[in-house]
Each structure stands twice: as structure tokens, then as C-alpha cells.
């Protein structure tokens, strides 16, 4: 399997020097396509932080994010937001679902923004709605929705624009037990069938485990 992402020496810290805290201390990590693995570790050590410069919502104090081969933090603002849009797809512990539009409305909303024709978003949306099991929930609010329901519409929303990476922070934090499984076991489910490569942050250790690799953060270091 050929290798999707490199993370060399990243650190990330935050503050100035007198009150500096390093939260990201050298991790050096791959993840080759396809793969789907999950971060783990206590809280505060820093999941959340290396999750959002792995996708590039958070620029690191030093070091590299190299997508199929390129440094994307070469890349200006403008262009870290094309590839944003273009290769990742988010789910996060809450939805951010906008609670007046319907479930196809929200789930087309990347495509719209990408200058994606109306009918064709309307079809992309459509289709993995159904994929993840809402077919029969495309013009219910999000208001209407249970809170598993709305977790599979923000995946829907996540993997609408094919991205080739999907990361997932703490996305059964918010759910039951058994609706958070069914939620895990659908991101899995996508993995296999998409071949998206699935990376997330979760502190329940016994879904980590359904996942082929479990990578532990340990004092700003990946272990695993």
C-alpha cells in the first residue's frame, strides 16, 4: 500500500517564552492509503492538536506534513484551504450542522462551495446519504434527528467530496454506547468500501482496537 502522508519532526507549542507550552515534541508518523488507525492517549496530551495540523486547520511551530510527497505547509492560505476542501474531510465530537437546512442542504454544502453544479450535488449528496443509511431522512432537519442520525449526516457532509483522508476527533464522544458503535462501525464500513484513509482520536480503547493500528501519544510523542 503506498504511503499517503509523512509527519516529520513535527512540534507544535503555543505562548510566548516565557510561557511556552510544547505540546507536539518531534512526532515522526505514516499513514499509507487506506490505512485506518486511531490516536489515543490521556487527555491533554495533545490528540486534538495533532489531528488539526495533520489536517491543516493548525500551521505547526516546526517541521512536515507531506501529502503524497509535498509539504503542504509550503502552501499559502489560500492554497492549505483548497487542499483543506479538495483531500480532507472532517467529523468532530458535535456536528455543526446548520439547523435550518435539511439533511441533503447540509450534506451538499461542501459541493456548493467548490462550485459544484446544483443537480450534481443534489446527486452526490443523495448518494451517500443512502450510502450511510438515510435515505429515507434527506429533507429532515437536523432538529428531527436523533443524535446518531445527525453523527451520519455530518459523516455524509465529511465524504461528499470524495476526499482521500477522513479524520474523526472523538466522533462518539457525544452518543450513547451502542449508537457511538454503530457510528465507529460505519466509519469503518466507509474505510473498506471508499478506501479513505480513516485516522481518529478517541479515548474509548475498546474501539481503538477495531482499528488496524493504535497510536499513542505519550508526553508529545507518537508511540506505535
Do not use: W
Not at 509527519?7 to 490505512?35: A, H, I, M, N, P
Amino acid at each position: 500500500m503506498k504511503e499517503l502522508i509523512q509527519v516529520q519532526r513535527l512540534f507544535k507549542s503555543y505562548g510566548d517564552k516565557s510561557k511556552r507550552v510544547e505540546v507536539l515534541k518531534g512526532v515522526d508518523l505514516t499513514f499509507s492509503q487506506g490505512d485506518k488507525a486511531a490516536i489515543v492517549g490521556a487527555s491533554g496530551v495533545g490528540k486534538t492538536t495533532f489531528l488539526h495540523v495533520l489536517g491543516t486547520l493548525d500551521r505547526p511551530t516546526s517541521g512536515k506534513v507531506l501529502y503524497e510527497g509535498k509539504d503542504v505547509y509550503t502552501l499559502n492560505e489560500k492554497g492549505l484551504a483548497h487542499f483543506r476542501n479538495r483531500e480532507i474531510g472532517f467529523v468532530f465530537q458535535f456536528h455543526h450542522l446548520l439547523p435550518e437546512f435539511s439533511a441533503l442542504e447540509n450534506t451538499m454544502m461542501p459541493c456548493l462551495i467548490q462550485g459544484i453544479p446544483k443537480q450534481e450535488s443534489v446527486s452526490r449528496a443523495e448518494a451517500i446519504l443512502t450510502l450511510v443509511g438515510l435515505k429515507e431522512r434527506l429533507s429532515h432537519k437536523p432538529g428531527e434527528l436523533s443524535g446518531g442520525e445527525q453523527q451520519r449526516v455530518a459523516v455524509a457532509r465529511a465524504l461528499v467530496l470524495e476526499p482521500k483522508v477522513l479524520l474523526a476527533d472523538e466522533p462518539t464522544g457525544n452518543l450513547d454506547g451502542k449508537t457511538g458503535e454503530s457510528v465507529f462501525d460505519l466509519l469503518r464500513e466507509l474505510n473498506r468500501i471508499k478506501g479513505v484513509t480513516l485516522i481518529v482520536v478517541t479515548h474509548n480503547l475498546r474501539l481503538a482496537e477495531k482499528l488496524s493500528r493504535q497510536i499513542q501519544l505519550v508526553d508529545g510523542r507518537a508511540l506505535g
